[in-house]
């Protein structure tokens, strides 16, 4: 079936810092890869996303990188402000119908 | 704005009872999806529906149902009610049949089970 995995759970950083979340999945067929914020209380909200014949892109501060090889993506954001604390969910389109989140990954950012 | 209405916001009820909840896609898109999220957990994907059909299945307990209807509004019904259903139940909606486009969440809906 499908997994999967997103690491870290937690990730705490300083204003301005950088963040990496990575998402590693296990259908090799998959081909759309996004990444969802969701701020407190609120719903989720799709803040980037990728397909399988790209390796890179970019939106600002935010970014997301695609090793299909390895079966994983990553969300990078830059220059990190308080207002990007929040929780980052990836949800790789798998093949099947199901369309599953990973675990999820809050962020803290300090100021 | 997602487009994306789900009521009612906010729903409290006693174990044992039933409730519907209610979705109404953006515009234009066919598929609706059905999400639980507990306190503090991630989204648990209970049901899928395109266009009338019934797509893809979760860990949707047998208490809950769901169905999409023509006007491709959707509805889930939880029945038998148990504390441990208190939670927000989001609905989605997308263009596609398959998680290959954007999925649009709607705000939600608080149940508590008491």
């Known amino acids: 079936g499908e997994n999967v995995e997103q690491h870290p759970s937690t990730l705490s950083v300083q204003e301005g810092d950088s963040a990496v979340i990575k998402c590693t999945y296990s259908d090799s067929a998959s081909n759309y890869f996004p990444w969802y914020k969701q701020e407190l209380g609120k719903r989720p909200q799709l803040i980037i996303d990728i397909r399988s014949n790209v390796g890179e892109k970019k939106d600002q501060r935010i970014a997301v990188t695609l090793n299909k090889t390895a079966k994983h993506f990553s969300l990078h954001i830059t220059e990190t402000q308080p207002e990007d604390s929040a929780v980052y969910f990836c949800a790789p389109f798998t093949g099947g119908f199901k369309t599953i989140f990973g675990a999820g990954t809050r962020l803290f950012v300090k100021a | 704005d997602s487009g994306v209405t789900q009521t009612p916001k906010h729903l409290i009820t006693a174990t044992g009872q039933r409730v519907t909840l209610r979705c109404s896609p953006r515009s234009g898109d066919l598929s609706v999806y059905w999400y639980q999220q507990s306190l503090d957990q991630g989204l648990q994907f209970l049901i899928q529906y395109y266009n009338g059909e019934e797509r893809a299945k979760g860990n949707i307990l047998e208490r809950f149902s769901a169905q999409q209807f023509p006007d491709l509004h959707s509805e889930l019904n939880l029945s038998s009610l148990e504390l441990g259903d208190s939670a927000l139940y989001f609905c989605?909606?997308?263009?596609?049949?398959?998680?290959?486009?954007?999925?649009?969440f709607g705000n939600g809906t608080r149940l508590t089970v008491t």
């Open positions: 989605a909606s997308s263009v596609t049949g398959q998680h290959n486009s954007p999925l649009h």
